[in-house]
């Protein structure tokens, strides 16, 4: 079993810029694929971003293109998200997310693994 434990979340004013972390509990973590979702209340859950094994491929939703970035360190077993010019339709709860392949990254059933949800929230 994968543990996976997101922080970083918080409230920030449209324009500003967070930092996700999501620290997994296990040595293989170079073994996964990592994503980033988010939910919004009242909406479905949806892609963010993902990364590969060795984080030589990313990618994103085009909502976040260019504002996000998702990178990793293997060494730490922490995936990160930075998240810069946030606006106020970016606030919802944040998941990391683990799967063994980079096929449909972008769909929330081909993941193996969930951690709890970290809360972002930008205000206008």
């Known amino acids: 079993q994968v543990q996976l434990v997101e922080s970083g979340g918080g409230l920030v004013q449209a324009g500003g810029s967070l930092r996700l972390s999501c620290l997994t509990s296990?040595?293989?973590?170079?073994?996964?694929?990592m994503g980033w979702f988010r939910q919004a209340p009242g909406k479905e859950r949806e892609f963010v971003a993902a990364?590969?094994?060795?984080?030589?491929?990313?990618y994103y939703a085009d909502s976040v293109k260019g504002r996000f970035t998702i990178s990793r360190d293997n060494a730490k077993n922490t995936v990160y998200l930075q998240m810069n010019s946030l606006k106020p339709e970016d606030t919802a709860v944040y998941y990391c997310?683990?799967?063994?392949?980079?096929?449909?990254?972008?769909?929330?059933?081909?993941?193996?693994?969930w951690g709890q949800g970290t809360q972002v929230t930008v205000s206008s």
């Open positions: 296990r040595r293989t973590f170079g073994s996964y694929v």
């Open positions: 990364i590969n094994w060795g984080g030589s491929t990313t």
């Open positions: 997310a683990a799967k063994y392949s980079t096929i449909d990254v972008a769909l929330t059933d081909r993941y193996n693994y």
